[in-house]
């Protein structure tokens, strides 16, 4: 398994600071963006509304700690639109990949979904290398159907707590 998953052309890294004040901004548009879906059940608004509270709440240490932790998770690399507009992030661990972090600038646009897109045929033969799976939890059921048509061989393994549908991806054989 390598340290980190490896760089993409076409995708640049997010950087600790710029990009981590960016993100910190971007998760709080996430969860006012669930908050206000009128097409998600009422726990599933409630609970991104209360996410969204307490992000406010501690803002100043989410403008801090984002920077922080793209610098210091040597594991993880933060995959960006060339327009640095979407994010996702993916950890690499012994037997798995696990998108640790998905954002964009405005949600429910499709930008993340171009990124996933974009990246997910150059990224699927070097896990399949690795021997690795892929692991994610997608924030409702259309998205768990996007993320597998995005993402050959990705399928639903259950409900995800407090919220979503677990997924998983195992590693396909490969052919030389």
Sequence with gaps: MTERPPTLAGYPDARPVRDGIRLAVWTLRGFAH????RKSKAGVRLFSGWMLVIGICLFPVLIVSTPAVIALRRRTRYYMTPERDATL???????????????????GGGRGRTLRRGIAPALTPFLDQAGAALVTVAVNDERAKDYSEDVPGLLPQGRAWPRGVKMRREPQPTTR
């Design 34 to 37: 669930g908050a206000a879906r």
């Design 89 to 107: 992030a993916i950890t690499a661990k012994r037997d798995a990949w696990h998108v640790a972090d998905h954002s964009t600038a405005k949600p």
